[in-house]
C-alpha cells in the first residue's frame, strides 16, 4: 500500500528559517491573485527560499483571466518562476485560469516537469496540455462533475495527480472516488500516483 504524501503550498514570503523546521514537504511561488505590478520584491522574496530542501516545487504561478494584474505582467512574473524552476531542476505547479491556449506558448520553456493545478479544461485542453508534457491534478470538482469524469477516466494514469485544494474534502475522498471511476482498486491508483510523484519530485521523506 501507497502512503499518502501532500506537498502544502506556502506563498514567495514564507519566513525561511522556518521552511525547514516544517513536517511537510512544500511549494512556493508568486500566485497571480497576490502578484505586483511591480514584483521584484516578491521575485527576491521568492528567490531566497526557493532552493531550501523543503521547497520541492516551484507554484502556485501561472495564469489567470479572471483575477490579477495585466497579462503582461503575469506573464513577465511567470517567465521568470519558469526560470528559477529550470535552474533549481524543480517542477512547477501552474494556476491557469481561462488561459490554457496562452499556457502553449511558455511550454517549451519548461524544461522540469510540471503539473496544472484544478484542472477544470475540457478533453482537447487536457490532450494538448498532456501532449505538451503536463500532468494534471484534479481536485473536488471532480467529484461533481460528469464532463470532468469522463476526461478523468480518458487519461493516462501516469498523467495524474489528485488534490484537495482548500476544499473540506479528505484526499483519502478522492483517492476512493477517483479509483471507482478508473474502475480500480484504490491501493492500485495510489500505487500509480506514488510513482508519478517519484519520477516527477525529487524527494526523500527521511531528509
Known amino acids: 500500500?501507497?502512503?499518502?504524501?501532500?506537498?502544502?503550498?506556502?506563498?514567495?514570503?514564507?519566513?525561511?528559517?522556518?521552511?525547514?523546521?516544517l513536517p511537510y514537504p512544500v511549494s512556493v511561488g508568486i500566485h497571480p491573485w497576490q502578484l505586483q505590478p511591480d514584483f521584484s520584491l516578491q521575485l527576491n522574496q521568492l528567490e531566497k527560499i526557493a532552493n531550501q530542501d523543503k521547497v520541492i516545487a516551484i507554484g502556485e504561478c501561472g495564469l489567470d483571466r479572471i483575477k490579477g494584474p495585466a497579462m503582461e505582467i503575469q506573464v513577465k512574473a511567470f517567465q521568470q518562476q519558469i526560470e528559477i524552476a529550470n535552474q533549481l531542476h524543480k517542477p512547477l505547479i501552474l494556476h491557469l485560469v481561462k488561459s490554457y491556449s496562452d499556457m502553449l506558448a511558455h511550454a517549451n520553456s519548461i524544461h522540469v516537469p510540471w503539473i496544472v493545478h484544478g484542472f477544470k479544461g475540457n478533453l482537447i485542453e487536457a490532450n494538448t496540455l498532456i501532449q505538451k508534457g503536463a500532468c494534471l491534478s484534479f481536485g473536488p470538482r471532480l467529484l461533481l462533475n460528469d464532463d470532468l469524469k469522463l476526461i478523468f477516466t480518458s487519461l493516462p494514469i501516469t498523467s495524474i495527480y489528485l488534490e484537495t485544494d482548500t476544499k473540506p474534502f479528505l484526499i483519502s475522498e478522492m483517492y476512493k472516488m477517483a479509483a471507482s471511476l478508473r474502475n480500480i482498486e484504490t491501493d492500485n491508483l495510489k500505487t500509480a500516483i506514488s510513482a508519478n510523484f517519484a519520477r516527477d519530485f525529487n524527494y526523500n521523506e527521511t531528509r
Open 1 to 21: 500500500m501507497a502512503n499518502e504524501l501532500a506537498i502544502r503550498n506556502a506563498y514567495h514570503n514564507y519566513p525561511k528559517n522556518k521552511l525547514e523546521a
